[in-house]
C-alpha cells in the first residue's frame, strides 16, 4: 500500500487531455512540493514536473503540475502516442522523513 | 551532461550480499546528494535512503535500515549501495538518481541494474 495514492490507469485518445491525480496528507504532500516522474517502457525514470508546478527544460508546456491542499495533479494535453508511460508521484514524507512516490499510474493512448 | 553510470545486473543467492555502483558526471559530484530507489518486477518505486558525497552523511529508509549501507567515493565520483541478507523480495531493479533536494527531486538516474536474487 503505497502512501500516495493514484489511479491504476487511465487512458485518452490522441489530441485530448488527460488527468492523474496523486493523493496524500498533512504530512507529505500537504507539508512538500510534489515531483512527478515519467516511465517509459523498460527505461528508468525521467522528471517532468519539481515543485508542483515547474518544468525542466526539454519537456513541452503540454505538460503541467499543480497542487492543492494534500492532492496533486499532472495535467497532459494534446495526448501522443510517445506518452504512453507510467507516471509517479513523489514527494518527501515529514513524518516518516523518507521519500514517498504513488502506487503509479499506467496511461494508455487509444 | 549529467549522466550516471551503473554497475551490471547480478545474480545473488538468498542470504548473500550486493553492491552496486554508480559512477557521476558531468556535474560536481560533491554538490548534491544520491539516493537510491528499487523496482521490484511490475511494481512500484521504493526509495531506499540517500547520501551525501560532499560528507558522507546518510539516510536510510526503514525497510532496508540495518541491511544497507551506502557511501561514496570522491576520487572517482563513484557512489556504492550496499545490501546484505539478501532475500527473494529484494529481488529488483535498482536505480541511483542524482537528489537535489525537496524542491527539485531527482533530477537525473542512473539506467538501472537488476538484481535477482534466486537459489
Known amino acids: 500500500q503505497s502512501v500516495l495514492t493514484q489511479p491504476p490507469s487511465a487512458s485518452g485518445t490522441p489530441g485530448q487531455r488527460v488527468t492523474i491525480s496523486c493523493s496524500g496528507s498533512?504530512?507529505?504532500?500537504?507539508?512538500?512540493?510534489v515531483n512527478w516522474y515519467q516511465q517509459l517502457p523498460g527505461t528508468a525514470p525521467k522528471v517532468l514536473i519539481y515543485s508542483n508546478k515547474q518544468r525542466p527544460s526539454g519537456v513541452p508546456d503540454r505538460i503541467s503540475g499543480s497542487k492543492s491542499g494534500t492532492s496533486a495533479s499532472l495535467a497532459i494535453s494534446g495526448l501522443q502516442s510517445e506518452d504512453e508511460a507510467d507516471y509517479y508521484c513523489?514527494?518527501?514524507?515529514?513524518?516518516?522523513?523518507?521519500?514517498?512516490f504513488g502506487g503509479g499510474t499506467k496511461l494508455t493512448v487509444l | 551532461q549529467v549522466l550516471l553510470v551503473q554497475s551490471g545486473a547480478d545474480v545473488k543467492k538468498p542470504g548473500a550480499s550486493v553492491r552496486v555502483s554508480c559512477k557521476a558526471s558531468?556535474?560536481?559530484?560533491?554538490?548534491?546528494?544520491i539516493s537510491w530507489v528499487r523496482q521490484a518486477p511490475g511494481q512500484e518505486l521504493e526509495w531506499l535512503g540517500w547520501i551525501s558525497p560532499y560528507n558522507g552523511n546518510t539516510k536510510y529508509a526503514q525497510i532496508v535500515e540495518g541491511r544497507v549501507t551506502m557511501t561514496t567515493e570522491t576520487s572517482t565520483n563513484t557512489a556504492y549501495m550496499e545490501l546484505r541478507s539478501l532475500r527473494s523480495d529484494d529481488t529488483a531493479v535498482y536505480y541511483c538518481?542524482?537528489?537535489?533536494?525537496?524542491?527539485?527531486?531527482?533530477?537525473?538516474w542512473g539506467q538501472g541494474t537488476l538484481v535477482t536474487v534466486s537459489s
Open positions: 498533512t504530512s507529505n504532500i500537504g507539508s512538500n512540493t
Open positions: 513523489a514527494t518527501w514524507d515529514d513524518s516518516l522523513s523518507a521519500w514517498v
Open positions: 538518481a542524482r537528489d537535489r533536494g525537496v524542491i527539485r527531486g531527482f533530477d537525473s
Open positions: 558531468g556535474y560536481t559530484f560533491t554538490d548534491s546528494g
